[in-house]
């Protein structure tokens, strides 16, 4: 039942690939020193390679990649 349900998660999140989104910058990622956690209006968790300074702050992310429990993407813009 847990491996369907993060297929069905992975393939939901994959919808985002090639999109922007905005996201509000939470906090760093443990698992990651150079990336950033942040929510899009979606509420689905993005992940990225950003510094501190940006924890706080909307910024675009165009999205690149999907997993089971988040997207990963790259800064489009910075400060919104």
Known sequence: LILE???TAQTINKRFIGKTLEVLVDRLS???SNHLIGKADEG???EF???ADLIGEFVNVEIIN???WAVLGKLA???I
């Open 77 to 79: 813009c910075n400060i």
């Open 44 to 46: 689905i968790i993005v």
């Open 66 to 68: 999907a997993m089971n």
């Open 49 to 51: 390679e950003g510094t």
């Open 5 to 7: 349900q993060r297929e």
């Open 30 to 32: 443990e698992s990651n």
